[in-house]
């Protein structure tokens, strides 16, 4: 049983930083991609990060390409996502996620498996 929580959300003001956590167990062996996403009340998850594991390929939506960084501890335990200028629009509730392989859109939420429980950021202007 995969087990993702999500940690360090929290309020800040326009132009500011935030650290996102991912405590991943339950592993899965082999290559696996782990995202980042984030859904406003009344709309779709919006695939924001996507990494590779243990490629290291790494893929960002438009939206936060630049500002945002995804990364993973040396014992792929722990997902990371520094997010630095960050914008109103940056408010969402934010999720972990992982699935099996190499998927061909890593920024589609449909084909990850496993899904954290969310952690609230806000950004205020």
């Known amino acids: 049983q995969v087990s993702l929580v999500e940690s360090g959300g929290g309020s800040v003001q326009t132009g500011g930083s935030l650290r996102l956590s991912c405590a991943a167990s339950?592993?899965?062996?082999?290559?696996?991609?782990m995202g980042w996403f984030r859904r406003v009340a009344g709309n779709e998850r919006e695939g924001v990060a996507a990494?590779?594991?243990?490629?290291?390929?790494?893929f960002y939506s438009e939206s936060v390409k630049g500002r945002f960084t995804i990364s993973q501890d040396t014992a792929g335990d722990t997902l990371f996502l520094q997010m630095n200028d960050l914008k109103p629009e940056d408010t969402a509730i934010y999720y972990c996620?992982?699935?099996?392989?190499?998927?061909?859109?890593?920024?589609?939420?449909?084909?990850?498996?496993?899904w954290g429980q969310g952690t609230q950021v806000t950004v205020s202007s």
């Open positions: 996620a992982r699935a099996p392989g190499r998927l061909r859109e890593p920024l589609s939420p449909g084909p990850y498996r496993f």
């Open positions: 339950g592993w899965i062996f082999g290559r696996s991609s």
């Open positions: 990494s590779v594991i243990p490629d290291g390929m790494t």
